[in-house]
C-alpha cells in the first residue's frame, strides 16, 4: 500500500469515528447535559491514547511539555468548542450542525491573520466570504427563529452554538499551531483530554444525571471512538502532504446526512444543502490555495540558501 493510499484511507476512518462519536452524543444529549458528556468523552480517551503513546515506544517522552500555559490555553478554547458543539447536536440535525462547524477552516485564516501575522490576499478572502455566506445560508431560517410559523428558539439557540463551536474551534487551531513550535503531537493531544476531562469536572454542580445503562455506554464509547479518530487523523498526516487528505474531511457530511436520516429520522432542506456546498467549495479553494502557497515556500527556500 503506497503512503498516500495509506494516509487517505486513515483520514477516511478517523472523518468516520468522529461522526459516530457525534452520533452517540446526540444520542445521549436528551438525558444528558453537554458538560457530561464532554468529560466522558475527554477522560475514556485517555487510555487509548495512552495505549498508543505505549506502543509507539513514545509514552516517556511523548507527555514532555516546555509550554504548560500554552496547553491550558489551548484546553480552554478546545473545551468550550467542543461543548458548544455537544449542546448544538441537542437542538439541531447532526449534518445541519456539521454543516455548520464546516465553517473552522475558514475562520482559521481570519484568525491566523489576526493573531499570527499571515498575509490573507484576495484569493483567500474570496474563499472566506464564500464560506461565511454558506454558514447564513444554514443558518438563516434559524436565526429568524420561525419555522412553519411557530416561534422555535431553542432552533436559533442551537444554530448560534454551533457557529460558536466553529469559531473556538478555529482559535484552538491558531493555538495548535504554535504549539507545534515546541511540542510534539502527542503531548497536545494528551494534555487536552486531561485539561478538557478537569474544565469538563467543574460542571457536575450544575446539573450531572446518572444515566441509563445504554446512555452510560454511549458517552464511554464516544471517549474511546473520538480518541481512536484523533490517533487515525493525527497519523494520515505523516509522511504526506496535508493538502493530499484535507479534502477527504468533506466525506463526513455525505455520512452526517447518512446517519441522520437513517437513525434520527432527519430530511435535509435544499438550502441547507445548498449552504453545505459553498462552505465546502470555500475550503477545498482554501486548501488548494495552501498547497500552491506551500509549492512556492518550497521553491523560495533553496535560491535563499544559494543566496546565503
Not at 458528556?37 to 495505549?51: D, N, Q, Y
Amino acid at each position: 500500500m503506497s503512503p498516500v493510499t495509506r494516509a487517505i484511507l486513515l483520514k477516511l476512518g478517523a472523518v468516520t469515528a468522529f461522526i459516530v462519536m457525534a452520533s452517540l452524543v446526540k444520542a445521549a444529549s436528551a438525558e444528558v447535559p453537554p458538560g457530561q458528556t464532554v468529560f466522558f468523552r475527554a477522560f475514556f480517551g485517555i487510555p487509548v491514547i495512552l495505549t498508543w503513546l505505549a506502543v509507539a515506544g513514545e509514552l516517556k517522552t511523548g507527555l514532555k511539555t516546555d509550554n504548560p500555559m500554552g496547553h491550558l490555553w489551548r484546553g480552554i478554547v478546545g473545551t468550550s468548542a467542543m461543548a458548544m458543539g455537544f449542546a448544538a447536536l441537542g437542538f439541531l440535525p447532526l449534518s445541519e450542525v456539521k454543516a455548520i462547524q464546516y465553517a473552522q477552516p475558514v475562520l482559521v485564516v481570519v484568525f491566523a491573520a489576526m493573531f499570527l501575522g499571515e498575509v490573507v490576499r484576495i484569493f483567500r478572502l474570496t474563499a472566506v466570504f464564500l464560506g461565511l455566506t454558506g454558514v447564513m445560508v444554514i443558518m438563516w431560517p434559524r436565526l429568524t427563529a420561525f419555522s412553519d410559523g411557530a416561534l422555535e428558539p431553542l432552533l436559533a439557540l442551537g444554530a448560534v452554538l454551533a457557529l460558536g463551536s466553529a469559531i473556538m474551534a478555529g482559535l484552538a487551531h491558531v493555538f495548535v499551531r504554535k504549539l507545534t513550535d515546541t511540542e510534539p503531537t502527542s503531548a497536545i493531544v494528551f494534555w487536552f483530554a486531561c485539561t478538557a476531562s478537569c474544565l469538563a469536572a467543574l460542571t457536575a454542580p450544575f446539573g450531572w444525571v446518572w444515566p441509563s445503562t445504554a446512555v452510560l455506554f454511549m458517552m464511554i464509547a464516544s471517549g474511546v471512538v473520538g480518541a481512536f479518530g484523533q490517533i487515525m487523523l493525527t497519523a494520515s498526516y505523516r509522511g504526506v502532504d496535508v493538502s493530499v487528505v484535507a479534502p477527504f474531511e468533506y466525506a463526513s457530511i455525505l455520512l452526517a446526512l447518512l446517519i441522520g436520516y437513517v437513525v434520527f429520522d432527519e430530511v435535509p432542506t435544499v438550502q441547507m444543502l445548498f449552504g453545505i456546498v459553498l462552505i465546502v467549495a470555500a475550503g477545498i479553494l482554501i486548501i488548494w490555495r495552501e498547497r500552491q502557497l506551500g509549492k512556492t515556500r518550497a521553491k523560495a527556500r533553496p535560491a535563499m540558501t544559494r543566496q546565503g
